[in-house]
């Protein structure tokens, strides 16, 4: 028996007007001064900077290019952390703290300089970010807002729940904070603009061709590919949430978690002005919250969270997603949707972006769900590192490899069970709100 369908479509909203496709076959160069395993944000925008600076450099791709996470996402420019400030302190001192504090600031001003100077039609809109709070404990923590303002020059602040209803129709929350360096983009746009550049460059970009085998050869790599093999003289892995056996080192760390997304079919006009009346991003303070944004056509709501399946496309987890948009917005509670999508975010121990090397491979990966900001900054932090520039290279974000996940080869059979310990923190931060 079939379940009962609960989106018109099950593939991203974003393809509607991006589709991801197949580039032309291509040759295949005998040698290269870099292979790159990925073609998503991290892989583009490193090969942009190679080919730029004259290198000859390869670019292969199990899937379409931007076919995973790139044209997946929610399209937040957030940056976000998922370790707080206290605790990336407690764990590598304060001075690396402060330096991912305000390496986040300059990595999003990155990126909006990057899609102005390339010309980048991606639908890119800085509304900023509104963040709920759970709960008045919650807001509390949300008046930080104003010590980042003072620490960052970011225009942050906090938001009473007397005024909350300025910027999101709903009372579910007591209050939030608001920063306004955050916007949101098109991403499946974003990525076929990025794409666009880069072939433009020189890049040479190889679609549904994974690589099988990365090998030392000599001083350089062997990179096998289903297509043959390369002679590479140094390589760059950039393949995050959808890493597989060919970087068996990367797999053991990196764990690929679901992230789904839901898009309403269009709303009335005045419905939306009621309900996202600044038109922002919007985010929330629990283990298992809930993203959402307008669309950017503003006729909308997309709104993502995890998803625990592992297998197939149940429907439970879009109904979860439904019924999430209905406790914010009760008005939606029997809204249609048009399309319910996932794709794989990679989480991993440390819970931090990374450039690291592992016997002479450099990796840059471990986005953690905020790769629209992460990905290109730290895919080009990574390019500058290849090529030798100590400044151009400079980031927080390169230091040791993540540590490795106890018992974990590739299935994420755990993940169930960490989905719903993270239900269970909620809940009891929701009792201990409510009191």
């Known amino acids: 028996m079939h379940e009962p369908k609960v989106a018109n479509k099950s593939t991203p909203y974003w393809w509607e007007a991006a589709p991801v496709m197949p580039l032309p076959p291509q040759p295949l160069a005998r040698t290269v001064d870099v292979a790159i395993v990925g073609a998503g944000y991290a892989g583009l925008s490193a090969g942009l900077a190679l080919a730029r600076e004259g290198r000859s450099v390869a670019a292969f791709d199990a899937m379409n290019p931007g076919e995973g996470a790139s044209s997946r996402n929610g399209g937040i420019t957030s940056g976000s952390i998922r370790l707080d400030y206290a605790t990336i302190t407690r764990r590598f001192g304060e001075q690396k703290a402060m330096a991912i504090e305000a390496e986040g600031k300059v990595a999003r001003e990155f990126l909006y300089d990057f899609i102005k100077s390339e010309k980048l039609d991606c639908d890119f809109q800085p509304v900023g970010l509104f963040k709920g709070a759970i709960g008045y404990e919650q807001y509390e923590m949300a008046r930080g807002a104003e010590a980042l303002a003072r620490k960052l020059g970011i225009e942050s602040y906090a938001v009473p729940y007397a005024k909350q209803r300025d910027y999101v129709g709903t009372d579910f929350y007591r209050g939030g904070m608001v920063r306004m360096d955050i916007g949101g983009l098109h991403p499946a746009k974003f990525h076929a603009e990025l794409l666009r550049v880069a072939l433009a460059s020189g890049l040479a970009v190889h679609s549904n061709t994974p690589v099988t085998s990365i090998e030392r050869d000599g001083s350089g790599f062997r990179v096998a590919t289903s297509a043959g093999t390369v002679q590479a003289r140094q390589v760059l892995v950039c393949t995050n949430g959808y890493t597989d056996g060919a970087s068996p080192f990367l797999r053991r760390r990196l764990v690929p978690v679901r992230s789904r997304i839901i898009a309403t079919e269009e709303l009335a006009p005045e419905v939306m002005a009621r309900l996202m009346p600044k038109r922002m991003m919007m985010g929330e303070g629990r283990e298992l919250g809930f993203y959402y944004r307008p669309s950017?056509?503003?006729?909308?709501?997309?709104?993502?969270?995890?998803?625990?399946?592992?297998?197939?496309?149940?429907?439970?987890?879009?109904?979860?997603?439904?019924?999430?948009?209905?406790e914010i917005f009760p008005e939606l509670e029997n809204v249609r949707l048009s399309h319910s999508w996932f794709g794989n975010v990679a989480m991993h121990r440390d819970m931090l972006p990374r450039i690291f090397e592992k016997d002479g491979v450099v990796y840059a990966t471990g986005f953690c769900g905020s790769g629209v900001v992460w990905a290109p900054w730290v895919g080009t932090r990574a390019a500058h590192k290849l090529m030798g520039h100590g400044e151009q290279a400079r980031t927080a974000f390169d230091f040791r490899p993540p540590a490795a996940v106890p018992f974990y080869r590739g299935n994420p059979w755990f993940i169930p069970a960490v989905i719903k310990g993270y239900a269970l923190q909620d809940r009891i931060a929701w009792w201990r709100a409510s009191r």
């Open 296 to 326: 950017p056509d503003g006729r909308r709501i997309l709104l993502g969270g995890r998803d625990s399946s592992r297998a197939g496309d149940p429907a439970a987890p879009t109904l979860r997603l439904r019924n999430g948009l209905g």
